[in-house]
Nanobody
Framework: QVQLVESGGGLVQPGGSLRLSCAASGSIFSMYLMGWYCQAPGKQRELVATVTISGGTQYVDSVKGRFTISRDNAKNMVYLQMNSLKPDDKDIYYC????????WGQGTQGTVST
């Protein structure tokens, strides 16, 4: 299994940026498709960005063109660069394998507010 620790959240104004990081432990990290998920209060967790082992990416329409997912297999890290943030992006962000087979980390909160 892969253990996960997210960081990098914070409070930004609309139009601002955040860079989230996910540190994954486990020697088999590089074998997994990885993703960033978000969860708004009272809603189900949703997959918003995916990165393949070789670095190919996919996004849901709501973040396409604004978010960029990447990974560094040598460092066991996954990143989410979030630009042009909107109030609707206010969520707790988690990383996990795809499908999500690892225990969820604590997540990191992104808040977009004036």
């Amino acid at each position: 299994q892969v253990q996960l620790v997210e960081s990098g959240g914070g409070l930004v104004q609309p139009g601002g940026s955040l860079r989230l990081s996910c540190a994954a432990s486990g020697s088999i990290f590089s074998m997994y498709l990885m993703g960033w998920y978000c969860q708004a209060p009272g809603k189900q967790r949703e997959l918003v960005a995916t990165v393949t082992i070789s670095g190919g990416t996919q996004y849901v329409d709501s973040v396409k063109g604004r978010f960029t997912i990447s990974r560094d297999n040598a460092k066991n890290m996954v990143y989410l660069q979030m630009n042009s943030l909107k109030p609707d992006d206010k969520d707790i962000y988690y990383c996990n394998t795809i499908p999500a087979i690892s225990t969820w980390g604590q997540g990191t909160q992104g808040t977009v507010s004036t």
